[in-house]
């Protein structure tokens, strides 16, 4: 029997803007000469917090299936937010991450708003991942550290192709951050 891999993954994710990329590397950077850990860095331009595996595919996924998922995705509504991660820690396959421990509650609820318009009723759904920003590789064992605070505001969420094992990220579809300011009477968010 032959087994056919998936070759494509097209999923959500978030990325810094460009000031807090240089930040993150920089940090990165600190940590390594600090701790002394080493390995393969993802490169400036690859670093994003993933925040849904949409799907994988054996062949690549096809215009009118991005568009599908950006029509779908454009339903959610959120505005804008700081996000602010501020510990590493080594996780599976040698990943070095940044997480914002307890404080990803906006990218969580963001991840389930994207998982919930992606998944029709009486489907199985689709795998939310936490929130995470992939640093480097390394085979150097990582406990939870404490980093300077890296912050920024997420305006928008993308679509990324992936060619999995070739480290190949391609965005595909942008979707601005946007909704209503909800207010109560007698409240002032």
Known sequence: ?????????????????????????????????????????????????????????????TVEDIDAILREAGTV????FRVSFGRVKSVAR??????????????????TRLRDALTAPGTESRR????????MRSETIQRTRRVEPIAWTVREVVLVHSLLGKATHRVVGRLPLRGRQLTLPGFDF
């Open 1 to 61: 029997m032959i087994t056919v891999r998936p070759t494509d993954r097209l999923f959500f994710a978030v990325l810094p803007e460009a000031e807090t990329v240089d930040a993150i590397c920089r940090a990165r950077r600190e940590l390594c000469e600090k701790t002394g850990l080493s390995g393969a860095d993802v490169p400036p331009q690859q670093l994003h917090v993933a925040l849904l595996r949409v799907a994988d595919y054996v062949v690549p996924p």
């Open 77 to 80: 509504e959120m505005l804008p």
């Open 94 to 111: 040698g990943a070095l991450v940044l997480t914002a421990g307890r404080g990803c509650a906006t990218l969580e609820k963001l991840s």
């Open 128 to 135: 939310a991942v936490p929130p995470h920003m992939t640093l």
